[in-house]
């Protein structure tokens, strides 16, 4: 299967308004305060660092080049062009390869892990907005692309972070303004149960070798100042153990 056409153009349209520059949208956090904090739970359970690392769901690539300073193949994978856009700008040099995948098809990413073998895949805050019938089809690819010898780490709000969004959104302002665009777009971040994840994990016939909770750092700050943290759980997934 594949996402539906509404959640794609959902995705186009937010990322063709989206600025450009890192930080102009709620989730770009500078990379030392996230895929930075992420690759220290992340890189010990890696069997090969050698392996390509993707960065599945990369958005406008602000991770993606982070991680391309550390890895010697990284690949930024998104589902919108408008993203992929935005992430080649940024990345002049080319340190990393972008390519536009829709990672609930199966054939897509078949077809992606016959380019590159088994992979590395770092997954930030993508699962949790999918529409449900999408997330089981995701874990399934996420599998493909790790093959034997992979390791997933995916990070996720958790539940009470949909609690907090919808008390920001509906404040006497109104949402903050980089959180506006994504409720604008039908965009639902927080949507997913907190053991959705390790659940599809397993159903993918992968194992979750370690967990933990992290706060999802945003780039928006309340009124008094504060930035916007989300309560956000990790995993790291592979075959095996």
Request: charge should be negative; proline fraction near 7%; hydrophobic fraction near 40%.
């Amino acid at each position: 299967m594949s996402v539906t056409s509404r959640y794609r153009m959902a995705w186009e349209s937010f990322w063709s308004e989206a600025p450009e520059g890192q930080g102009a949208v709620f989730w770009d956090a500078e990379p030392m305060l996230t895929a930075g904090r992420h690759l220290a739970h992340f890189e010990p359970h890696l069997v090969d660092p050698g392996l390509p690392m993707i960065d599945l769901g990369c958005g406008n690539g602000t991770q993606t080049r982070y991680l391309a300073e550390r890895f010697g193949h990284v690949v930024g994978a998104d589902l919108s062009a408008a993203a992929l856009d935005h992430a080649r700008r940024a990345d002049p040099a080319g340190r990393a390869v972008y390519r536009q995948l829709d990672a609930t098809d199966k054939a897509e990413a078949q077809t992606l892990h016959a380019e590159l073998g088994d992979a590395n895949v770092y997954v930030r805050g993508v699962l949790h907005q999918c529409e449900p019938d999408d997330r089981q089809p995701l874990a399934d690819a996420l599998a493909t692309l790790l093959g034997d010898r992979g390791r997933a780490f995916l990070v996720e709000p958790s539940q009470e972070s949909k609690t907090i969004l919808r008390d920001l959104a509906q404040g006497p302002e109104g949402p903050p303004a980089k959180l506006a665009p994504v409720l604008r777009h039908g965009l639902t971040p927080g949507a997913a149960p907190d053991e959705a994840v390790p659940e599809h994990l397993r159903a993918a016939g992968l194992s979750v070798l370690a967990s933990g909770e992290l706060p999802l750092i945003s780039t928006e700050y309340t009124g008094d100042g504060t930035r916007i943290e989300l309560p956000s759980a990790w995993v790291v997934a592979g075959r095996g153990r």
